[in-house]
């Protein structure tokens, strides 16, 4: 076997492992979600942006972790962005029902993935599998997990508030943006 053909086999293999370690830090983002939810319901809200910042720096860690010890695999590919997605979703549902973030955000955000969602079938019967992520779907994300902390802490009284609430918006429009880009 030649030394491509041992690295092609490697690769293959590595694809189809679901016990990684970016897999287990995707899970354990996912079992975050209904406790950042809990925290924010019950204004334990430190708490709930200790938990909504973790998150977000776990989503950058586990694809820095699959890529640099090629643990890439399936079930990362699928699990990642849905850890991402159910986040986003009730970081927005929660904001909006505590009226830190408007209404028309949550409904902007969430149609960009209804609409994916409604061609996902139709590419499917054409053949295509599931949607390739691309940077500038990456980045609108990456803005995103940035701005709702923000947008959070701009609820807070004060020059931190202010601040907050200015930087917030900044990468919430940067988010919405890239987001919307990487669905076209």
Do not use: C
């Amino acid at each position: 076997m030649t030394s491509t053909q041992s690295e092609t086999t490697e690769t293959v293999a590595a694809t189809d492992r679901i016990w990684t370690v970016p897999n287990a830090i995707s899970l354990l983002r996912l079992l975050l979600v209904p406790v950042f939810a809990i925290l924010l319901a019950k204004h334990h809200d430190v708490a709930a942006l200790v938990v909504l910042m973790f998150s977000g720096w776990t989503d950058w860690l586990d694809g820095v972790i699959a890529r640099k010890y090629n643990q890439v695999s399936r079930l990362g590919q699928l699990l990642d962005p849905a850890a991402d997605r159910l986040f986003i979703l009730v970081t927005l549902v929660a904001l909006a029902l505590r009226e830190i973030v408007p209404v028309w955000l949550v409904v902007v955000i969430v149609s960009r993935d209804v609409l994916l969602a409604a061609f996902l079938p139709a590419l499917h019967r054409m053949g295509y599998g599931p949607l390739p992520v691309h940077f500038a779907g990456k980045a609108g994300t990456f803005a995103l997990l940035y701005a709702f902390p923000l947008l959070f802490l701009g609820s807070w009284p004060g020059a931190i508030g202010l601040t907050a609430t200015i930087f917030g918006w900044a990468f919430a429009g940067w988010g919405i943006g890239l987001y919307w880009l990487s669905a076209v």
